[in-house]
């Protein structure tokens, strides 16, 4: 009841107010102080004031604030151990499963599949007998540096 009171007070000194900003003639601020001023009764009218009042006098709203907030405690606890014990978080957890995934060789596959750091089957070098159709085939040990080169070169060096 009490609220009630307070809230239908606190509107009627706020649109005071606002005629008199508008009697000064600064019409948007005495529309903008009306309308904060009748926030508080319109919280009255639907029944809010009356609900906040009964929450906050209630031991068992309290009691379930508690638990709420015993709960996210807890969570927030769990979390910063994990974080210093190192453990994977979810994120890391779906990634490390995703990764899995893709470096999985199908079984029907004919070539292993690719690690994060080799090339793409596209940009493989051509070996030495498709470039070099004319030369003789007795150069064997031309291919094995042509494959040294390209792991060189693919590394920067």
Same mark, same amino acid.
């Given at each position: 009841?009490?609220?009630?009171?307070?809230?239908?007070? !606190?509107?009627?000194?706020?649109?005071?107010?606002?005629?008199?900003?508008?009697?000064?003639?600064?019409?948007?601020?005495?529309?903008?102080?009306?309308?904060?001023? =009748?926030?508080?009764?319109?919280?009255? =009218?639907?029944?809010? !004031?009356?609900?906040?009042?009964?929450?906050?006098?209630?031991?068992?709203?309290?009691?379930?604030?508690?638990?709420?907030?015993?709960?996210?405690?807890?969570?927030?606890?769990?979390?910063? !151990?994990?974080?210093?014990?190192?453990?994977?978080?979810?994120?890391?957890?779906?990634?490390?499963?995703?990764?899995?995934?893709?470096?999985?060789?199908?079984?029907?596959?004919?070539?292993?599949? =690719?690690?994060?750091?080799?090339?793409?089957?596209?940009?493989?070098?051509?070996?030495?007998?498709?470039?070099?159709?004319?030369?003789?085939?007795?150069?064997?040990?031309?291919?094995?540096?042509?494959?040294?080169?390209?792991? =060189?070169?693919?590394?920067?060096?």
């Amino acid at each position: 009841m009490i609220a009630e009171t307070i809230c239908s007070a !606190v509107a009627a000194a706020g649109l005071g107010i606002a005629g008199v900003t508008a009697y000064r003639r600064r019409f948007l601020t005495a529309a903008r102080i009306a309308a904060y001023s =009748l926030i508080p009764l319109g919280l009255v =009218l639907t029944g809010a !004031v009356a609900w906040a009042v009964d929450t906050a006098f209630s031991p068992t709203a309290w009691i379930g604030f508690g638990l709420l907030g015993g709960a996210w405690a807890m969570f927030m606890g769990i979390r910063g !151990v994990e974080r210093r014990k190192g453990l994977p978080g979810r994120k890391e957890r779906r990634a490390a499963k995703a990764a899995a995934r893709r470096d999985a060789v199908a079984p029907a596959a004919s070539a292993p599949s =690719l690690g994060a750091g080799q090339a793409r089957p596209g940009k493989r070098p051509k070996p030495a007998g498709a470039a070099g159709a004319g030369k003789s085939s007795g150069g064997g040990a031309g291919e094995d540096f042509s494959d040294i080169e390209a792991i =060189l070169k693919k590394h920067g060096i």
